[in-house]
């Protein structure tokens, strides 16, 4: 029996398919009753009891085997990967002897390769999930690549500056600079616990004045060439703040940090002409090897288009031209004569001079309405369309029309000249519009196949044009396709002074200012006699942020940079005149952005 029970035993003990653990009741001469827990390969307990194991083998050397055996595969179920003590202990050995570090003298002979992360944001909560989502891919490829010989630079650094540690520095009354280097090492600890293969020697940061003195020789650089310039243009302004903010730091109206207020404004900012390079941009998607959906992605982000600009004369009471010109863009030249009114943004330049008396306090609150919402709001294609008439009228020039002139926040002020010619009867947004002001509408491409335009939809494609001729102006495009009739309207636009043919393109220049405290101060000063803009001379650099004990908003749009009289009031150093220095700084992006 004693047998029978010692191999049925042995048998539960070998390598078996997962399942429940079992308990099994059985009895010996030397302990008349024990219940023992057996746990196969599922499970984390030891195959039989030692004690019972002994017993049953007799104690014999055979027997010893097996119990030393069966503790040693106790040991190896019970125990978890011990990184507590493994960790640790390479961590500080990599640490010691630096042991990613790339020499400053490399061997030439192979080959190079430069694995550079999206440097974190410190915040004050530490690293998320998404951190070390992305940086074990990134070290898994450096590990890989210092395996296979090559001359690996694997380093890591913080984008620092930032409105949420100025915000937070407000709030607890802490400067910023004692909360972002607080944060730097909390994430430098985290990061090193997870045993990353950086080279710590080349740790960097965006607020050092030794790094943003090359930022700031960048836009230097950008200045010289044209492409860093100023404009007075509508930007997200949140009183709350003090700042302009970015439309991904603005949430339903709201500012993403605190949920404040935010309304559009037009200020003078800082801009970088990154449109020049849009062309470049789109050419060069063709050479990536990315998939073909995010770089359609890109190519609408990018959003070229080509069409015209065309000139309407803006008409006084008495129906006669006044000399201002209102400028459209348009894709669809060719459907010109279709153009029943004209729609501007509600922040255009021009509706001081167009807006009539009677109409002036309606205009005013429509205006306060739409500075409270967003772009991506206000182009919302699903949202009701709403406007307000100006009280004003323009001659369309390719028949004549007198057309009323329309305010709508579905025009933005910042794409194209913030001023279309809506044809309701080719164009979804117009049409609704159209419909709800009940202003007419008129086709003028018919569908190919000669399907009737009076189904009461819009049709937006390309067909052939009819309707469109005019003996007051000389054009006539009926009978012609959509392509060869735009093409003809451009043609005569420019023939008559009335507009142009004009690419354009829904990326826009990138607004580089901010009204705050914490960030890259810019090399600029301006002469008070003349406000004439003075780069500092590249030997000047870096322009270092002053101390501010008093960092918060003014409540006028004046940055809190202006606060540091004795830092703003300077001299140009190159004529001597007295200057004053840019109060703006650079946004939270500029430092990681090359």
């Not at 616990?193 to 836009?219: A, M, N, V």
């Not at 043919?501 to 000063?525: S, T």
Request: one cysteine or more; glycine letters at 8%; aromatic letters at 10%.
């Amino acid at each position: 029996m004693d047998w029978q029970v010692q191999n049925h035993f042995q048998i539960q003990a070998l390598p078996q398919p997962p399942f429940r653990r079992r308990k099994f009741l059985f009895f010996t001469q030397r302990q008349p009753s024990r219940r023992s827990t057996v746990a196969t390969a599922g499970g984390g307990r030891a195959s039989v009891s030692l004690r019972v194991w002994s017993s049953l083998s007799g104690g014999g050397s055979r027997g010893a085997v097996r119990e030393e055996l069966s503790e040693v595969q106790e040991k190896k179920k019970r125990r978890p990967y011990p990184f507590q003590e493994i960790e640790p202990r390479w961590q500080r050995y990599w640490e010691e002897n630096r042991t990613f570090r790339t020499p400053d003298d490399v061997d030439t002979s192979k080959p190079k390769f430069y694995v550079l992360d999206m440097f974190p944001y410190p915040s004050g909560a530490g690293l998320h999930v998404g951190h070390p989502l992305g940086y074990t891919a990134t070290d898994i490829l450096a590990r890989f690549k210092r395996m296979q010989g090559f001359n690996v630079l694997h380093p890591m650094g913080w984008d620092a500056f930032g409105l949420p540690a100025e915000q937070y520095a407000i709030e607890t009354g802490t400067h910023p600079k004692i909360t972002t280097l607080r944060n730097i090492e909390r994430f430098r600890s985290q990061l090193k616990s997870l045993g990353f293969s950086y080279d710590w020697d080349r740790e960097i940061s965006t607020t050092e004045p030794e790094y943003y003195k090359w930022t700031q020789w960048i836009f230097l650089q950008l200045l010289k060439r044209g492409l860093a310039y100023q404009a007075e243009v509508p930007v997200n302004w949140c009183p709350a703040l003090g700042t302009v903010l970015a439309n991904e730091e603005v949430v339903d109206g709201l500012s993403e940090r605190g949920g404040h207020p935010v309304i559009r404004k037009p200020m003078r900012q800082w801009m970088l002409r990154i449109t020049a390079y849009a062309d470049r941009l789109l050419d060069d998607l063709d050479d990536l090897d990315w998939p073909e959906s995010i770089k359609e992605m890109q190519r609408n982000w990018i959003g070229r288009s080509e069409g015209a600009e065309v000139e309407f004369y803006v008409l006084d009471t008495n129906g006669q031209d006044t000399g201002i010109k209102i400028t459209v863009y348009t894709t669809r030249p060719d459907t010109i004569f279709g153009a029943t009114y004209l729609v501007l943004a509600p922040e255009h330049f021009l509706l001081s001079s167009i807006v009539s008396k009677g109409q002036s306090i309606y205009v005013e609150e429509y205006k306060e309405l739409a500075s409270r919402k967003s772009d991506l709001e206000r182009t919302e294609l699903q949202k009701e369309k709403t406007g307000v008439f100006s009280g004003g009228y323009a001659r369309n020039p390719a028949n004549g029309e007198v057309i009323p002139i329309w305010i709508a926040d579905y025009v933005l002020g910042s794409y194209g000249t913030g001023a279309i010619m809506a044809v309701p009867a080719h164009d979804m947004r117009d049409h609704e519009f159209a419909l709800k002001y009940d202003i007419p509408v008129r086709g003028v491409v018919m569908p190919d196949g000669g399907c009737s335009l009076d189904s009461g939809k819009p049709f937006p494609g390309e067909g052939i044009c009819v309707n469109s001729s005019s003996t007051r102006s000389g054009l006539d495009i009926n009978g012609l396709p959509s392509k060869e009739a735009a093409s003809k309207v451009i043609e005569w636009v420019e023939k008559t002074g009335n507009g142009n043919k004009k690419v354009n393109y829904k990326l826009r220049d990138w607004l580089f200012a901010r009204q705050r405290y914490w960030g890259e101060p810019i090399p600029v000063v301006f002469l008070k006699d003349t406000g004439e803009g003075v780069p500092l001379l590249e030997s000047e650099l870096p322009l270092t942020l002053p101390e501010l004990e008093d960092f918060t908003p003014t409540g006028t749009g004046e940055p809190p940079l202006s606060k540091a009289v004795s830092w703003v009031e300077t001299r140009d150093p190159l004529s001597g005149k007295p200057a004053r220095r840019e109060t703006n700084t650079m946004p939270q992006w500029a430092g990681s952005c090359w």
